[in-house]
Structures are given as C-alpha cells and as structure tokens.
C-alpha cells in the first residue's frame, strides 16, 4: 500500500514563484498544491490539507480572510526570499510537530 504524502497548499500571487515551490515540495516527497487567495478557499473547504504555505506578498487583510477559512489548518507565513533548503527544512519540522501533536494522547 503506498504512504499517504503529507498534502500541502501554496498561496500567493506570483504563479512563478508558487510553481517553484510546488516543484520543489513535490520533489521532495509532498503533495503539494497553488492557489491564488480567491482558489485557496475553495480548495480549503472541501478539502483537508497538512499545512498552508502563504506568500510574503499576500496583504494583511488576504492573511486574515486565509486564516479565518482554513480551519486550524497550520500556517507558514513566508517573510521575503525564503531559500528552497529553509523552506523544506521549515516545511519538515511543521510537518512532523503537527503529526507529533495529533499522536499524543488528549491532542
């Protein structure tokens, strides 16, 4: 039976850079999926991903509307150039903190 990879959504507004990091987080073993604002709350509703990764581009008021529709998903909000290395060291450790906290016992 194949694993299950750790499902990941890149929102942003520059489809280069989205694309970039969805190439590099599927390479690296994730199911990785982009979206602008608009496309993110539709693909949070009927769908549950591991992780939200959000732009350094997307403003204030857009980083509200994606925290308020992703529903205790975790967030990484990117801060500037984030380097492809720290984005998958980033991205693995979020990754392994939010399975080690639904395996403990009362999380």
């Known amino acids: 039976m194949k694993e299950k990879r750790p499902q990941i959504l890149c929102v942003g507004h520059e489809p280069d850079l989205l694309e970039l990091r969805r190439s590099i987080l599927n390479q690296a073993g994730y199911d990785c999926r982009t979206a602008n604002v608009e496309e993110a709350e539709a693909f949070l509703e009927p769908r549950t991903f591991d992780l939200v990764i959000v732009s350094a581009r997307v403003s ?3 980083k509200r509307r994606i925290t308020a529709f992703a529903h ?21 450790d979020l990754i392994a903190s939010s399975i080690a906290g639904l395996s403990q016992p009362g999380a």
């Open 60 to 62: 204030e008021e857009e």
């Open 72 to 92: 205790g998903t975790p967030l990484f909000f990117l801060n500037g150039v984030t380097f492809p290395r720290d984005l998958l060291k980033k991205v693995s």
